[in-house]
C-alpha cells in the first residue's frame, strides 16, 4: 500500500517557518505564480535544484496564443479539442484561449523577448494548428527565455523568498478542517522543516524520468503528483502521457528534444530507405497529432528494422535554419550532423503527462487551499492528447487565476498540531534498508516502463507491469531518508497510477493506445478516469 507519508516525524518537534503563499516548483508555472501573488502576499519558492532548472528551460517550439488578425480563439478552441481526442473540457479551453493573449502580454511586461519580424511578434505554425499562433525567443529557446525574465523579476522582488536545493516531501493536511495546511520540506544537509501556509500551490513539473528515454530534465520524477495522491487528493487521467515523436537519437547524445517546430516549418519524415512515409498514416502528413505521428514513426522503425527515423530539413535556405533553430543546430553540430545538410536521426521519448491533479477552473484541488499549475495540474485543457505549446499558454492563464482564488481565501489560523496525528507509522515497524541501489531500481523501473507501458501497450504487458509493481510497493516498507531515495518512492507512485489508468482504459484515445483495443470508443469510454488513495478508480463522465 502506497502510505500518506514517506517518512516519520512530528510537527510539534519541528521548527516552522510561516508563509502566506508556498510555491513549490520553479518552471513558468512556479514563477508566474509567484510573481503575481507577490503583489499582494508573501511568497516561498521551493525549488529541488536551481530556480532555472525546470522543463520549461528546454520547451523550444514556443507559446500558442491567438496574436494574428486572421486566427480567433474559436479556431484554436477547435485545435485544441480535436488534438485531445474528445476528452478534453470545453470550459477550460474556453478559458485558455481567450486569456491566453492577455498572459503573453504580461510575459512580455515582466521582460520576456519574443521573437520579432518587421517590428511585429514573429508566428509559426506547429503540428495539429490550423493558424501560425506560436510565438518563439531566440529561435528555438523560448522556454529559456521565458525562465531567465521571469526568474529576474522573481530574484529582484523583496516579497519573494527562494530557497534553492531543498525538498518537498510531503503536503501536510489538518485532518479536523480537511485542508491543505503546508509541507514537510528536507534541507540541504538533510534536516527537517514545517512550512505552514495559507495556500500551497504544487507547479513541479511532470513525470518524463518514469522513461529511460525521455526530453525531459533528471528533477522531472512526478513530486508533486505523487505527494498531492497520497495527502488524498484526487488525480486524473494519468494513462495519457505523451510521447514526442523526434528526439534525437544518436549514439554518444542525449535524447535531446527537437522541436515540432522544425516539421512546423516544412521539415520531412524520412524512413531508413529514404522514403517520406506520414502520407500513409494522417492527411496533415508531418503536422499531424503527436500520437499519430509518433505511432508512425514506430511502425516505421518496426518494418523497416530500425532504431530511428531521419528528420530532413534540408531542402530548406541554411541561413534560415541556423537563424530559426540555433539551439537545435548547434547541439546537432556538437555530434557532427548539421541540420543544413544531413538528415537527423529521430525517435520517440516520452515528453509530456496530460494528466495529474484535478482542479476546478481556478486550479483547486480536491483538496482546500492546494492548488496545482503547469504540468502537474489536469485543468481540462489537454484532454488525451496536448496541442503542442499550450502548456506554456496553460501555465500562465490558471497561474493568474489561482492567485485570483487565494486572495479570496479567509486566514488559516492557528493549528493544532498533535504529533500523534501526523506521525504515520511507528518507526519500530520500518524495515531495514535493501542494499540494491536506488540507481539500479530506477532503472529497472524506467525500462519496465517503456517496454510495457509506453507508446503501444496491451493488456497481458499492462497486467505484468502491475504485478512487478505491487511486488515494489514493499519499498515504502524501508525507512527513506536520502533524496534519491524520495524520488524513486515518487516515481514508482507515479508508475502504479498511470500503469492502473492505462490497464482500467479498455480503448485506445489520444496517448493512450491499446493493442487488443485499438479503437476509440466514445459510447463507453468518454469520460475521465480518477484515482484517490485507498479507492478504486472511479469513472468520471464528460461535463
Known amino acids: 500500500m502506497i502510505p500518506q507519508y514517506l517518512v516519520d516525524f512530528d510537527l510539534s518537534a519541528l ?26 502576499q508573501r511568497v516561498l519558492m521551493i525549488t529541488k535544484k536551481s530556480l532555472l532548472e525546470s522543463n520549461t528551460r528546454y520547451a523550444q517550439g514556443g507559446i500558442a496564443a491567438v496574436i494574428a488578425e486572421d486566427d480567433s480563439p474559436a479556431y484554436h478552441l477547435q485545435d485544441t479539442l480535436v488534438a485531445g481526442a474528445g476528452l478534453c473540457r470545453s470550459e477550460a479551453v474556453e478559458v485558455l484561449v481567450n486569456e491566453g493573449p492577455d498572459g503573453v502580454k504580461e510575459l512580455i511586461r515582466l521582460g520576456t523577448l519574443f521573437d520579432l519580424e518587421n517590428g511585429e511578434l514573429a508566428l509559426t505554425q506547429e503540428g495539429a494548428h490550423s493558424h501560425r499562433r506560436i510565438l518563439h525567443a531566440n529561435g528555438d529557446a523560448t522556454g529559456y527565455e521565458i525562465v531567465r525574465a521571469l526568474a529576474v523579476e522573481v530574484n529582484e522582488h523583496p516579497g519573494i523568498e527562494v530557497w534553492d536545493e531543498h525538498f518537498v516531501i510531503d503536503l501536510i493536511t ?15 544537509d538533510g534536516s527537517q522543516v514545517f512550512v505552514k501556509a495559507q495556500a500551497t500551490v504544487l507547479c513541479s513539473g511532470g513525470a518524463g524520468q518514469l522513461y529511460r528515454y525521455t526530453t525531459n530534465p533528471d528533477v522531472a520524477t512526478a513530486d508533486g503528483v505523487a505527494m498531492a495522491y497520497r495527502a488524498g487528493a484526487v488525480v486524473r487521467d494519468m494513462e495519457f502521457i505523451q510521447f514526442h515523436p523526434t528526439s534525437l537519437c544518436y549514439p554518444g547524445a542525449p535524447r535531446f528534444l527537437v522541436s515540432e517546430a522544425v516539421r512546423g516549418e516544412g521539415a520531412y519524415l524520412r524512413n531508413v530507405k529514404g522514403e517520406r512515409f506520414m502520407d ?28 530511428f527515423v531521419y528528420l530532413d530539413i534540408t531542402h530548406e535556405q541554411p541561413e534560415m535554419i541556423k537563424h530559426r533553430f540555433p539551439t537545435i543546430y548547434e547541439t546537432c ?65 490558471f497561474g493568474q487565476r489561482i492567485v485570483e482564488r487565494i ?33 539500479e531500481r530506477r532503472l529497472r523501473l524506467q525500462k519496465m516502463m517503456v517496454r510495457q507501458v509506453g507508446l503501444r501497450r496491451n493488456g497481458e504487458n499492462l497486467q505484468k507491469a502491475m504485478d512487478k509493481l505491487q511486488q515494489e510497493l514493499q519499498f515504502f516498507d524501508q525507512t527513506l531518508t536520502h533524496k534519491e531515495e524520495l524520488e524513486y518512492a515518487n516515481l514508482l507512485t507515479c508508475a502504479w497510477l498511470v500503469t492502473s489508468g492505462a490497464l482500467h482504459r479498455e480503448e485506445s484515445r489520444g496517448a493512450h493506445y491499446r493493442e487488443d483495443f485499438p479503437a476509440r470508443d466514445d459510447v463507453v469510454w468518454q469520460k475521465h478516469s480518477l484515482q484517490q488513495r485507498e479507492q478504486a478508480i472511479v469513472e468520471e463522465l464528460m461535463s
Open 15 to 40: 521548527p516552522m517557518v510561516e508563509t502566506d503563499v508556498l510555491v513549490i516548483g520553479s518552471g513558468i508555472a512556479g514563477l508566474f505564480t509567484a510573481i503575481k501573488a507577490s503583489e499582494q
Open 174 to 188: 489538518d485532518r479536523d478542517r480537511g485542508e491543505c495546511v503546508g509541507a514537510l520540506i528536507q534541507k540541504e
Open 280 to 307: 500513409r498514416y494522417h492527411a496533415q502528413l508531418e503536422l499531424a497529432p503527436r500520437d499519430i505521428v509518433a505511432r508512425a514513426i514506430v511502425s516505421e522503425m518496426e518494418s523497416t528494422n530500425s532504431t
Open 333 to 397: 553540430m556538437r555530434y557532427g550532423l548539421d541540420m543544413t545538410t544531413d538528415w537527423i536521426p529521430v525517435a520517440p521519448a516520452a515528453h509530456y503527462m496530460m494528466g495529474g491533479v484535478k482542479t476546478d477552473l481556478s486550479g483547486e484541488s480536491s483538496i482546500s487551499r492546494l492548488f496545482a499549475c503547469g504540468e502537474v495540474s489536469s485543468t481540462g485543457v489537454h484532454g488525451a492528447n496536448r496541442l503542442a505549446s499550450n502548456s506554456l499558454s496553460e501555465a500562465i492563464v
Open 407 to 439: 486572495q479570496s481565501l479567509s486566514p488559516l489560523g492557528s493549528l493544532q498540531i498533535r504529533g500523534t496525528a501526523t506521525s504515520p507509522m511507528d518507526m519500530n515497524s520500518k524495515i531495514m534498508k535493501e542494499q540494491k541501489p536506488i540507481s
